[in-house]
């Protein structure tokens, strides 16, 4: 997959909490951390809150299975799988 670079600003609090979960292991970098964040807003829009257990990437499968059983068509898998 092809990933777009983009700059965000944030205040240096923002950047010490975003590194501090870097830094316990929880994400390997930043982009890692940002992409998750953006993840979680976008599910919480659309099915509600996604419980925190520490492995969003699991999370988001699960979410992903519960949502195939609703496909329509070829077109509907791709924009699932972007997300």
Not at 23 to 44: I, K, L, P
Not at 51 to 78: A, C
Request: aromatic residues 4%; without cysteine; proline residues 1%.
């Amino acid at each position: 997959m092809v990933m777009d670079t983009i700059q965000v600003r944030m205040s240096k609090g923002l950047i010490k909490k975003l590194d501090s979960l870097v830094n316990t292991g929880m994400y390997a970098n930043r982009s890692d951390a940002m992409r998750d964040a953006v993840r979680r807003m976008h599910w919480e829009n659309i099915i509600g809150s996604i419980p925190n257990t520490g492995d969003s990437v699991k999370e988001i499968r699960e979410i992903r299975k519960k949502l195939s059983k609703k496909i329509k068509s070829f077109k509907d898998l791709k924009k699932i799988n972007r997300l």
